[in-house]
C-alpha cells in the first residue's frame, strides 16, 4: 500500500490491484495452513473448519486495514476493531454466562466476530475485493517485489527469528520456569508495545503523503510529534510498572521467583522498550521514503548482535542477565536506524 502512495492515479490503482489479487492467494494460504494445523492438533472437522475459516478472514481484515489507512479513511480501521473485539467480548461472555464455553462454539464466535467486522469497510468495498476480475499482478507485483515486498517480508522473518531464538534459548538452557519470569517482566511492557505498534501504521500513510507532496518539513513534524507520545508512554509505562512492584508486587512476582530477579527483569525490559521508542518515529519515516532495504540490514545487524550477546550472556550469567543481549541487538538496530536517518537528512538538504 505504501508504495502506491505519491504515484499517478493510474500506476496507484495498477498497484492496488495487484496487491488485491495477491492478498486473494494469501488469505486462501492462512486459511488451508491453520485448517491444516488445527486438524493435526486433535481438535476436530469441525474447528479446523472454523478456525481456517477464521484465519483467512482475520487476513482480509488486515489487508482492509491497512487498504483504509492508506486512502485516508483510518476511521474505518478503529470502527473494525472495535466492532471486531465487542462481537468478540460478547459472544464469550455470553458463553460463559450460559455455560456452554467448548472449542467448537468459541471457533465459532471468532469466526462470527472476523466477519462482522469487515462490516465497517462497506458493501461497495467487499464487492470489489471478492469479486473483481483478477490483473495482470505478476508483471505489477514483481516489481514491487523486488522494490518492496521482499525486503519487507524480510524484516518480519528476522525479528519473529530473533524473538523466538531467545525464548528457545532460554527455554532450552535453563528450563520454562526461567522463560517466564523473563516473560512476566515482558508483560509488563504491553502498554508501550501496543502504542508503538498502532502508531506507526496511522503516522507511516501520513508521513508518505508528505514526502510525496515534497513536504518535508510536514513529515519532520509528524516525526516529533510520534517521538513526544512515544516518550509519554515509556514514561507512563515506567511509572505503572514502578507503582506495580512497590504497591502490588503480588501481581507479578509469583510463586517461585526471586523479587530482586523481577525487578531486575523488568528494569531490562524498560530499557528495551526505550530503545524502541526512540527508534520507532524515525523507522515509520524512511518506511515512508522507502528505505526498505536499508531497514532490513539494519535489522539484521541488529538480530545478530542480540542473539550472539545473548548465547554468550546466556551461558556466562545465566537467563535473567541475557535478557542484555536482546537491549543489545536494539540498541544496535536503534544506533543503524539513527544512521540512516542522518543519511536521508544530509541527502534531502
Not at 492438533?41 to 482492509?64: D, E, I
Not at 464487492?127 to 524484516?155: K, N, Y
Not at 518539513?217 to 512515544?230: D, L, Q, S, Y
Amino acid at each position: 500500500m505504501l508504495s502506491a502512495v505519491g504515484k499517478s492515479e493510474v500506476a496507484a490503482e495498477a498497484e492496488r490491484a495487484a496487491l488485491r489479487d495477491v492478498n486473494r492467494f494469501y488469505c486462501l494460504a492462512a486459511g488451508i495452513v491453520t485448517a491444516i494445523l488445527i486438524w493435526f492438533s486433535g481438535a476436530g472437522a469441525a474447528c479446523s473448519l472454523l478456525l481456517g475459516a477464521f484465519g483467512a478472514v482475520m487476513t482480509f481484515r488486515w489487508f482492509s486495514r491497512y487498504h483504509a489507512y492508506y486512502g485516508g479513511k483510518a476511521a474505518l480501521s478503529s470502527a473494525s476493531d472495535l466492532v471486531y473485539s465487542a462481537v468478540l467480548l460478547l459472544g464469550l461472555a455470553l458463553l460463559f454466562a450460559t455455560d456452554q464455553l467448548s472449542l467448537p462454539r468459541t471457533s465459532m464466535v471468532l469466526l462470527m466476530s472476523a466477519l462482522v467486522s469487515l462490516s465497517p469497510f462497506g458493501s461497495t468495498y467487499l464487492q470489489e475485493q471478492v469479486a473483481a476480475p483478477f490483473s495482470d499482478f505478476r508483471r505489477v507485483f514483481g516489481s514491487m517485489w523486488h522494490d518492496v515486498v521482499r525486503w519487507s517480508l524480510m524484516g518480519v522473518v528476522l525479528s519473529e527469528m530473533t524473538a523466538n531464538a531467545h525464548a528457545y534459548l532460554v527455554t532450552f538452557a535453563s528450563g520454562a520456569q526461567a522463560f517466564a519470569l523473563l516473560a512476566a517482566g515482558s508483560l509488563m511492557m504491553r502498554p508501550l508495545a501496543l502504542v508503538l505498534n498502532a502508531l506507526p501504521e496511522r503516522e507511516r500513510p501520513a508521513m508518505a503523503l508528505c514526502l510525496s507532496r515534497n513536504d518535508i518539513p510536514g513529515a519532520f513534524r509528524m516525526i516529533n510529534e510520534f517521538r513526544t507520545a512515544a516518550t509519554a508512554m515509556w514514561l507512563a509505562t515506567v511509572g505503572l510498572s514502578a507503582v506495580i512492584l512497590v504497591w502490588f508486587p503480588h501481581l507479578v512476582v509469583r510463586s517461585g521467583f526471586d523479587p530482586r530477579s523481577v525487578e531486575i527483569v523488568v528494569a531490562i525490559w524498560m530499557g528495551i522498550g526505550a530503545a524502541r521508542a526512540v527508534r520507532s518515529p524515525e523507522t515509520a519515516f524512511l518506511l515512508a521514503a522507502g528505505q526498505f532495504g536499508p531497514l532490513a540490514r539494519a535489522g539484521m545487524a541488529g538480530g545478530l548482535v542480540s542473539l550472539g550477546a545473548t548465547l554468550v550472556l546466556l551461558v556466562l550469567f545465566g537467563p535473567v542477565i541475557s535478557l542484555l543481549g536482546i537491549l543489545a541487538g536494539e540498541t544496535a538496530m536503534s544506533l543503524r536506524v539513527g544512521g540512516l536517518m542522518r543519511s536521508w537528512r544530509r541527502a534531502h538538504g
